[in-house]
Nanobody, 114 residues
Framework: QVQLVESGGGTVQPGESLRLSCEAS????????TAWYRQAPGKQRELVAA???????TYANSVRGRFSLFRDDAKNTLVLQMNNLNPDDTAVYYC????????WGKGTLVTVSS
């Protein structure tokens, strides 16, 4: 069973940056589509960004131009670089992987507040 472990969450002020990492327990990026989702208080979970095994990336409109998603295949790590954060980005961020099965991490909290 593949496990996903997120790290990098925290509290920042508007305009600042954070980098989230998701480490997979096995080498999966060549066969799994991986992604970051987020869930804000009282809202549904939503897709933030995704990357396919062929490295095609997609972003939610709300983060395009501010967030960057990339993989470090050698380290089995998926990275979400988040720049120019604003309070609407406050949420629990979850790492996700999908092939035949779906796998979720436990999440990491990002709080953007002045």
């Amino acid at each position: 069973q593949v496990q996903l472990v997120e790290s990098g969450g925290g509290t920042v002020q508007p305009g600042e940056s954070l980098r989230l990492s998701c480490e997979a327990s096995k080498h999966i990026f060549s066969t799994y589509t991986t992604a970051w989702y987020r869930q804000a208080p009282g809202k549904q979970r939503e897709l933030v960004a995704a990357i396919t095994p062929t490295s095609h990336t997609t972003y939610a409109n709300s983060v395009r131009g501010r967030f960057s998603l990339f993989r470090d295949d050698a380290k089995n790590t998926l990275v979400l670089q988040m720049n120019n954060l604003n309070p609407d980005d406050t949420a629990v961020y979850y790492c996700y992987a999908r092939s035949i099965v779906e796998i979720w991490g436990k999440g990491t909290l990002v709080t953007v507040s002045s």
